[in-house]
């Protein structure tokens, strides 16, 4: 089955810097790469997410990346504000059921 | 619009008790939900694929006689815990697929935490 790693586990910036979270999927038939948001005891929101015939997306602050060839796709925040602290989850999907990553805690400090 | 509610929020219980939650689509049609457990600082780990009309997909390792899965309608699916023991304490988040719009995207309930006694 589909196996999704994202890295790294914990990420701490400073408000303004840029924050970068990678996730690696194993099988080539996946086609869709959601990026959710969870924040202390509630529900994932969707955040962006990005179909395999597309290589970038970028709504405001927020752009993922694709590299189909290298099986891996990325999440930017750029110009963070302490309000983006949470925890981030990729995903990958052949259309059905999604497979996550283990999650990026992301903490933005003012 | 896609929103997705679930009840309860949260609930205790005896050990040995039986608890069930269901996950609505308020605004959409949902032929398929799907339900998730997650763990303290865990990822979301899908238990099975709900599917109005017919019997619910479990996920290896999931016990579908102790997680009765139940989608009667294209709005409503119900994940009932049997027997519920303190392992079972967990946060669960059911997931629905707006049949009106990309198929891919999931939109999440606001989760149900059970913790068993």
């Known amino acids: 089955g589909e196996n999704v790693e994202q890295h790294p586990s914990t990420l701490s910036v400073q408000e303004g810097d840029s924050a970068v979270i990678k996730c690696t999927y194993s099988?080539?038939?996946?086609?869709?790469f959601p990026w959710y948001k969870q924040e202390l005891g509630k529900r994932p929101q969707l955040i962006i997410d990005?179909?395999?015939?597309?290589g970038e997306k970028k709504d405001q602050r927020i752009a993922v990346t694709l590299n189909k060839t290298a099986k891996h796709f990325s999440l930017h925040i750029t110009e963070t504000q302490p309000e983006d602290s949470a925890v981030y989850f990729c995903?990958?999907?052949?259309?059905?059921?999604?497979?996550f990553g283990k999650g990026t805690s992301l903490l933005v400090t003012p | 619009g896609a929103v997705v509610s679930q009840h309860p929020s949260w609930v205790i219980c005896k050990s040995g008790t039986s608890v069930k939650i269901e996950c609505r689509s308020l605004?959409?049609?949902?032929?398929?939900m799907f339900w998730y457990r997650q763990f303290p600082k865990q990822s979301l780990m899908l238990m099975a694929t709900?599917?109005?009309?017919?019997?619910?997909?479990?996920e290896q390792g999931v016990e579908k006689d102790k997680f009765l899965i139940n989608h009667a309608s294209l709005t409503l699916s119900t994940l009932t815990v049997t027997s519920a023991h303190p392992e079972d304490s967990s946060f669960y988040i059911c997931?629905?697929?707006?049949?009106?719009?990309?198929?891919?995207?999931?939109?999440f309930g606001p989760g149900t935490r059970l913790l068993v006694l």
């Open positions: 997931s629905a697929r707006d049949n009106g719009r990309h198929q891919e995207t999931q939109y």
């Open positions: 099988d080539s038939a996946s086609n869709y």
């Open positions: 990005i179909r395999s015939n597309v």
């Open positions: 995903a990958a999907s052949q259309g059905y059921a999604l497979n």
């Open positions: 605004d959409f049609q949902a032929t398929t």
């Open positions: 709900s599917n109005e009309g017919s019997k619910a997909t479990y």
